[in-house]
């Protein structure tokens, strides 16, 4: 059965993003350390468009964690980040050809036509929830999974409802002593953790949790 | 050279104590739930004299995480817990014979004579602060590692000081949702860290880190 992913870099205090994130630093002070394990990997620059990069331990993590996904669901700031938003219906962070390649939901309270892209991405807002998001997602899906991208609030939604079936943490070995912490909020959710797998690599180690409900 | 090794156990978001912890729940709500991988393990039980128990991957993390040390730090409320202390000099939660076998030095503001126990336990009581609980700690410890037994408080101080040179998280697949966060108040510490091992084992991953200052 399709599953619904939730894939983040976290920080070892657990951290998904740094404190004061702006329009110029989404990821907040500090933030852009999360992701450091990726950004030199071939296997994270190609299907960015870049060509080089290393090959290491994390790759076949990475690689896994994009392959068989039918869809994506995200929050509105990691969309188009806080702020902006409101100020004009822009076209988010992603640039022209956005490194989904798939269709990708946005879990918003404003209502706004789908944003077409090149290269598979075809952003689709949706007003009514989590529920009403996963189950567009399962419908383009085709039985694949579908990858939860975050931010933090909208996987905490997800979790809080019990609806996410596997969640992997890509620690990275700092801490940013602020900023916004993925499983906070999430009193009563009664979730079931078990490892299923852990590896450690340059700069990372990943921890993969099915979560029973 | 001998170094200080802090060992601890800790919940999926980051808790070594739950919400409330009081004299007869120490641990907190929920607490229990860090150690319950430990407290079945053979390696665990044999030196708490009971019989019994289970060998699985955390039995050589465990065998390893008490092997080569000299000595043991604690802060007060590890030894003690909060508020008795105060009423009556008492003799902590740790029994006639407890499962250190080996010095412990308990930083505190209260000044005590030290407190001798069976097994080769002796509590000794440090008032002026953390360098000089390491600077005897080591003196007796005869060229061993001396462990950092917790609580959060003295393992921030200790982290804050740059003076912790490994770090292992026992982390247990639970949230506890509130409580007593290990790796919190660390602002400006400048860690580096490097994960240089990870094991999963049953209700538990095992992180190990490397400190840098």
């Known amino acids: 059965m399709a599953k619904l992913r939730l894939d983040i870099s976290i920080s070892l205090d657990g951290y998904v993003a740094g404190p004061n994130p702006s329009e110029e ?3 907040g ?6 992701h450091e394990w990726a950004l030199g990997l071939e ?3 190609k299907p960015h468009g870049l060509e080089g990069g290393e090959v290491n331990r994390s790759t ?3 690689e896994e964690s994009q392959a068989n996904l039918g869809a994506t669901v995200m929050g509105r700031n990691m969309f188009g ?3 902006s938003w409101d ?14 390649h798939m269709p990708v939901f946005v879990l918003t309270h404003h209502d706004r036509e789908p944003l077409v892209k090149s290269g598979g991405t075809t952003f689709t807002f949706v007003t009514d929830g989590i529920e009403s998001a996963l189950a567009q997602a399962e ?6 999974d579908i990858a939860l991208a975050g931010g933090a609030d909208v996987a905490q939604q997800f979790l809080r409802a019990g609806l996410v079936d596997e969640m992997q943490l890509h620690v990275a070995p700092v801490l940013l002593g602020g900023g916004t912490r993925l499983l906070d909020n999430l009193e009563g959710a009664n979730l079931e953790f078990e490892c299923i797998r852990v590896i450690a690599a340059p700069g990372v180690t990943h921890l993969e949790y099915r979560i029973a409900k």
Chains 1, 2 share one sequence.
């Open 25 to 27: 630093n989404p990821l």
């Open 87 to 100: 100020a004009k219906p822009w076209d988010g962070w992603w640039g022209d050809e956005p490194p989904f």
């Open 43 to 45: 296997a994270w620059r």
């Open 81 to 83: 980040g806080e702020g």
């Open 29 to 34: 002070i500090g933030g852009e350390q999360l």
């Open 139 to 144: 419908e383009v899906a085709g039985g694949k």
């Open 60 to 62: 076949g993590v990475m």
